[in-house]
C-alpha cells in the first residue's frame, strides 16, 4: 500500500542520515537534535516504533527497536520539555510495549516516567514546563507569563502517567496527574472556559487567553479519553469535557459568512476570528465525545464535528498545494485562509488527517477517505524530496519552498492516521485503544485499570 511505502521512505532516509538524532534534515541530508527533548535522543525513532510495528515493517521496526536497546541513553542532562518527552518517548514506549509486549520498552517507560517527578514539586503540584532530566531542576518557559504552566501541557499527561502506575504498581504517577484534575476543578472558570496560562504557585489563571488551538488543544483531548480509557468509569472526567465543550460551543464557535464553522480564540472575552492547524484535531475530538451522549445530543455534536471537519479541509482546498497552513482566519471578507505570511506554512502536521479518521471510523462516509487521499497525493507530490519528506513555507505557492525539516509527528501521527484511515476498523479499533496526543495507542482497561482512573 502507498502509506507504507512513504513509510518505509521516510524511515530508510532518517536511519541513513540521521540515525540517533532527533529527526531529519532531508535536503541537507543530515540529523537535527533540537532542545526540546533535554539531551535525549532518537526522537524519530521512538515516536516511529508503533507505526512500523502496526504496518508491520518487520525489518525496519526490528532496526527501531535494536537502537532502543543499544543507544537509546537515559542518563541525559539537559532543559526538556516535559509534555514533549511526555507524549512523544513516554507515549511511544508505552505504544510499543503495548503492541509487542517487549519489556525493554516497558522498563525505558518507566525509567524516564521517574526523571520527570521532580517538575511537579510546585506549592500547588502544576508541574512546570522545562525540566532538566539530570538534575531534576524544573522552571517555566522563558515565554510563558509570569512564570505560568500552559493548560495544554501540563493537562496532557493524564493517559501516560495512569499506565505508568498501571505498569509499575506505584501510585505516584496517577497521584501527580489527579492533582492537577483537582487544581483544576477547584479553579473559577471564567464563562466556564479554561484558559492557557496558570500559575504552579498559587493555582489561578495567569492570562484569560482560551483556545482550542496551540496551548490549550489537548488537555481538552485528555479528558475525554481519560473517560474512554477507564472503560467509561471515569465520570469526572466526562463531566468536565462535557462542561468544557459546551462553553467553547456558547462562547468560541462561530459560523463565517461563507456557511463555514470555525472555532475562534479568545482573550479576555474579545474573539480573534482565527483556527490554528493544531485545533483541526477538534473534529475528531467532538466526533469521539459525541459517539457516547444521548441521541439528541449525539446528533448535535456529531453534526458539529462533520462542520468543523469540513473546515478544515476547506482550508486546505483553498490552497494551491492542497496542503493546508498552520493558521487561517475569518475577517475581513477571508475564509479558511491564511492571511499572514507567517501563518502560510505546513510542518506536515496530522490534526486534519487525524479528524478524518475518526469522522470515517464513526460515519463511514467515503469522502473522508477521498480528502486523506487528496493529503497523499499533496504530500507525494509538494513535501517528498530526494531523501524524506519536507515541510514546506508557503501552502499558496506551487515552487518548492521546503524546510528541510522531517518532523517525527510525520512518523508518529500523519502517516500513522493516513493508514488507519485505508483499514479495516479493527485495526487498533477505536473500542480497544486511545490514542494519545501524539498518536500512540494506549489500551482501554476493560478490567482492573479503570477502578483506579476514578479515584478521587
Ligand atoms: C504533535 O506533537 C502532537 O500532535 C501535539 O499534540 C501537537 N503538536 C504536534 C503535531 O502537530
Known amino acids: 500500500m502507498k502509506i507504507k511505502e512513504m513509510m518505509k521512505f521516510a524511515w530508510d532516509n532518517y536511519k541513513q542520515y540521521a540515525l540517533g538524532k532527533n529527526e531529519l534534515r532531508p535536503l541537507t541530508k543530515n540529523g537535527h537534535i533540537g532542545n526540546m527533548f533535554g539531551g535525549l535522543r532518537g526522537a524519530t525513532v521512538v515516536d516511529a516504533l508503533d507505526t512500523l510495528y502496526i504496518m508491520e515493517l518487520e525489518e525496519e521496526f526490528q532496526e527501531a527497536k535494536t537502537w532502543v536497546e543499544k543507544s537509546f541513553d537515559l542518563n541525559v542532562n539537559g532543559e526538556a520539555s516535559l509534555f514533549e518527552v511526555n507524549i512523544r518517548y513516554i507515549g511511544g514506549l508505552l505504544a510499543a510495549y503495548y503492541l509487542t509486549g517487549e519489556e525493554v520498552f ?7 516516567g ?18 532538566n532530566l ?3 531542576m524544573s522552571w517555566s518557559w522563558g515565554w510563558a507569563s509570569a512564570g505560568s504552566s500552559i493548560l495544554a501541557e501540563f493537562g496532557t499527561l493524564h493517559l501516560e502517567f495512569l499506565h505508568l502506575t498501571e505498569l509499575s504498581g506505584n501510585p505516584v504517577f496517577a497521584e501527580k496527574v489527579l492533582n492537577i484534575r483537582k487544581v483544576l476543578k477547584r479553579v473559577e472558570k471564567p464563562q466556564g472556559l479554561y484558559p492557557n496560562f496558570l500559575s504552579p504557585v498559587t493555582g489561578n489563571w495567569v492570562q484569560h487567553h482560551v483556545s482550542i488551538g496551540g496551548l490549550g488543544d489537548s488537555f481538552y483531548e485528555y479528558l475525554i479519553k481519560s473517560w474512554l480509557m477507564s472503560d467509561k468509569k471515569d465520570s469526572e472526567a466526562k463531566k468536565m469535557y462535557d462542561d468544557a465543550l459546551e462553553a467553547i460551543e456558547k462562547h468560541l464557535v462561530k459560523k463565517s459568512a461563507g456557511g463555514l464553522t470555525y472555532i475562534a480564540e479568545w482573550r479576555g472575552g474579545i474573539l480573534d476570528h482565527k483556527m490554528g492547524h493544531l485545533a483541526c484535531f477538534s473534529g475528531g475530538m467532538i466526533a469521539l465525545g459525541a459517539e457516547h451522549g444521548g441521541e439528541e445530543r ?6 458539529l464535528a462533520a462542520e468543523i471537519t469540513n473546515t478544515c479541509h476547506e482550508s486546505y482546498a483553498r490552497s494551491d498545494t492542497k496542503l493546508g497552513p498552520e493558521a487561517f482566519r475569518f475577517d475581513a471578507g477571508t475564509e479558511a485562509m491564511a492571511t499572514r505570511l507567517s501563518e502560510r506554512y505546513y510542518i506536515l502536521r496530522p490534526e486534519v488527517v487525524e479528524s478524518y479518521v475518526y469522522m470515517w471510523r464513526l460515519t463511514h462516509d467515503v469522502k473522508y477517505r477521498q480528502w486523506g487521499w487528496e493529503v497523499v497525493k499533496a504530500l507525494e507530490k509538494h513535501c517528498r524530496v530526494e531523501a524524506g519528506f519536507s ?8 515552487v518548492p519552498t521546503h524546510d528541510n ?3 517525527s509527528f510525520f512518523l508518529a501521527e500523519t502517516l500513522k492516521y493516513l493508514y488507519l484511515l485505508f483499514c479495516e476498523d479493527d485495526v487498533l479499533s477505536l473500542d480497544d485503544w486511545v490514542f494519545n496526543t501524539e498518536a500512540h495507542p494506549l489500551p482501554v482497561n476493560h478490567s482492573n485499570f479503570k477502578a483506579k482512573a476514578s479515584v478521587q
Open 106 to 112: 516497558k522498563s525505558k517507560a518507566l525509567e524516564l
Open 114 to 131: 521517574e526523571k520527570l517527578l521532580p517538575a511537579f514539586n510546585t506549592p500547588t503540584g502544576i508541574p512546570r514546563g522545562v525540566i
Open 134 to 136: 539530570g538534575s531534576g
Open 298 to 303: 449525539k446528533q448535535h455534536y456529531m453534526d
Open 391 to 398: 515541510g514546506i513555507r508557503d501552502v499558496y505557492t506551487t
Open 405 to 407: 525539516m522531517q518532523q
